[in-house]
């Protein structure tokens, strides 16, 4: 599957091989996770109400130092599973250009977008996969694969994926109509 970043999650992590004599450790035996966050005083938290992430080796065409860099930028991913309690993503290598992407990785969070209910009927398009949420109060986001015209509804109305509108990716609708 070839998936376009247009935008992380709130929340990094790594975690790193565990022999200290390993000179590898910190670059070929590395992951680097992302998922939905939220602030909570100076960290960053996951509140999953919906538990998942996205995961790069240390292996593959990710440089952690500079992760804005693979926005934009298509991969070839494994197929979403459920795994270890969640929702899991790998990207395995960046894909040679230039590659139609199968999906979008797109993030939605309350602040920007407005507030959604994850657990209502209709809230998404029905190809739209769910990744992970995170929500403390009134505070949400969530990480989602979607399709070009795929939709979420927020309390503002539905965003639809217009690919090249909106560095997001996400366009309001006017009127909601759909299409």
């Not at 992430?53 to 494994?78: H, W």
């Not at 270890?84 to 290598?93: A, D, P, S, T, W």
């Not at 403390?136 to 539905?158: F, H, I, N």
Request: net charge positive; hydrophobic share 40%.
């Amino acid at each position: 599957m070839l998936v376009k970043i247009l935008k992380f999650g709130s929340n990094w992590w790594a975690r790193f091989g565990h022999d200290p004599r390993d000179r590898y450790r910190f670059t070929r035996h590395a992951a680097y996770f992302n998922s939905t966050g939220l602030c909570s005083g100076s960290k960053v938290r996951r509140h999953w109400i919906v538990p998942g992430l996205i995961r790069f080796n240390g292996v593959g065409d990710f440089n952690p130092q500079f992760p804005d860099r693979s926005v934009g930028v298509t991969f070839e991913c494994a197929d979403l599973v459920f795994a270890l309690g969640g929702n899991r993503l790998l990207f395995q290598r960046k894909a040679a250009a230039p590659a139609q992407p199968d999906c979008f990785l797109v993030v939605v969070s309350a602040d920007q977008f407005g507030p959604f209910d994850c657990l209502a009927r209709g809230w998404k398009a029905d190809s739209v996969q769910v990744i992970a949420v995170s929500q403390s109060g009134t505070r949400q986001e969530a990480m989602l694969l979607t399709k070009p015209l795929d939709w979420v509804r927020t309390a503002l109305g539905y965003w639809q994926l217009r690919t090249g509108s909106t560095p997001e990716g996400l366009e309001l609708v006017e009127d909601g109509v759909i299409g």
